[in-house]
């Protein structure tokens, strides 16, 4: 009976429960990096997560990107100033920033330029 509840539970669990914890076990075998959960203002970091959305802003010469970016424990926003393209940078693609985390008007951990390195994302979340 313990094995059926404990199957029974893992069905009813929210989907975004069990894709948090499929990312937090994603991003904790990827080398020194730190859970977005845990990262401090005005610190430098080392990140990783799933890209989950994309905002760009095409202006002539002072355009940006903005991709959100989730692990699982949080999210963050990794914003390239004078950017309007950026190969490799798409919805589900797996990412490791760094850089020095700041706080966006809305409280959400922000950095700016950071350096990134693309990634394998997980199978699935």
């Given amino acids: 009976m313990p094995l059926f509840r404990g199957f029974l539970t893992k069905l009813t669990r929210p989907p975004e429960e069990l894709r948090a914890e499929h990312l937090k076990a994603w991003m904790s075998k990827l080398p020194e990096v730190t859970p977005i959960g845990d990262l401090q203002a005005r610190r430098r970091f ?64 922000l950095v700016l330029n950071p350096e990134y390195e693309l990634t394998a994302g997980p199978s699935r979340g």
Wanted: charged share 20%; net charge neutral; hydrophobic share 40%.
């Fill in 46 to 109: 080392r990140a990783a997560g799933v890209i989950r959305n994309i905002r760009i802003d095409p202006r002539e010469g002072s355009g940006s990107i903005e991709a959100s970016i989730t692990d699982g424990t949080g999210e963050m926003v990794a914003k390239w100033l004078g950017r309007s393209t950026m190969s490799g940078i798409r919805l589900g693609a797996g990412l490791i920033v760094e850089g020095t985390i700041g706080v966006a008007d809305n409280g959400v951990p």
